[in-house]
């Protein structure tokens, strides 16, 4: 899985209730999940290293800002902590990695102008540049 740029994130923690972590809640009582499998998706998590701005769409309620962070690189810096520390209590092996994009802010454009951002994107998911994937084996 690859997430860029998340305004928050449903945290490894089968103690608070969904969508803040995963218990399941009086929204969504039919919800399990297994920290297990959760934590054994590999994941990169991609921000912009110029989106440290408090816009208008960023979930900015007191609960958020006070257990995730103020900025969305400090709320990823936190889940990726927190993904981390959690495989390594599991004994799973921690599938996980974060990115700052040089020269990108909250815009899409700004990620797209970075141009490794859509091979490493690529290569995360299927393990080979599109180049390497066009051109014919030998």
Partial sequence: MVLAAPGWYTFPDPEQRYPLGLRSSSAW????????R????????????????????LNKSRRIDSAQGLTR????ERWVSAMRAM????HVPPGIRFELVPNANHAF?????HPPFA????EFLFGDSPEQMTTAPT
């Fill in 29 to 36: 009582p039919k919800l399990r999940f297994s920290l297990e």
């Fill in 87 to 90: 495989a390594r209590a599991f």
């Fill in 109 to 113: 454009e700004s990620y797209l102008s």
């Fill in 73 to 76: 690189i400090e709320r990823a």
């Fill in 38 to 57: 959760y934590l054994r998706i590999n994941t990169l998590v991609m921000v912009g290293e110029e989106d440290d701005i408090r816009q208008d769409d």
């Fill in 119 to 122: 091979e490493d994107v690529f």
